[in-house]
């Protein structure tokens, strides 16, 4: 029902966009949603490879607690990080009303790019049904996996990274 991701955002990663993109298309149900996390600069690449699978639906504002962050390379101070939200086909419910803005506050205890466990409740409460599956290709800290849990939703998750597997499940 739903995959929720947020893959690294160096421009080397912007390869992995392509393979996500038809990993979805496979995977996801008709009217199932992608919520991908993307650094600034990957925005448009991303897009691009994600639109060949799925139809674009929404981009969403992640606002940054605790302020801004520099990128100096860019003479930009950033303030929010952009969420991509693809669906296949259409949106399965149009009737449950999203925010397109959000904040789940800062939290780093379980890898150094973690995103905060809210958001994905957030989204894995709107858009997946309870007797869905949320998936994430990206596990890391295991954000995806608690916020399913925490919800009784069923889950998968890959995570290359030995080490940090170990991690995000002790914490689920």
Not at 2 to 10: A, H, M, N, R
Not at 28 to 36: A, E, H, P, T, V
Not at 138 to 154: N, V, Y
Request: aromatic letters at 10%.
């Amino acid at each position: 029902s739903l995959i929720f991701t947020d893959p690294p955002y160096d421009r080397k990663s912007l390869e992995l966009f392509d393979g996500l993109g038809e990993f979805a298309a496979a995977k996801l149900c008709d009217g199932g949603s992608l919520i991908c996390y993307v650094g600034h600069i990957q925005i448009p690449d991303a897009l691009e490879s994600l639109r060949h699978h799925l139809r674009y639906w929404w981009t969403i504002c992640c606002l940054h607690s605790g302020g801004a962050s520099l990128m100096k390379e860019y003479g930009v101070r950033v303030g929010w990080k952009a969420v991509l939200w693809f669906v296949k086909n259409t949106r399965d419910n149009k009737e449950d009303i999203v925010s397109d803005v959000m904040s789940g506050g800062r939290e780093k205890s379980h890898h150094d790019w973690q995103q905060a466990q809210p958001e994905a409740e957030y989204w894995i409460d709107h858009l997946c049904p309870p007797d869905g599956i949320v998936c994430d290709p990206f596990l890391g800290g295991g954000t995806t996996a608690a916020a399913a849990i925490k919800l009784s939703r069923k889950w998968v998750a890959f995570e290359k990274d030995h080490d940090q597997a170990v991690i995000a499940m002790q914490r689920c």
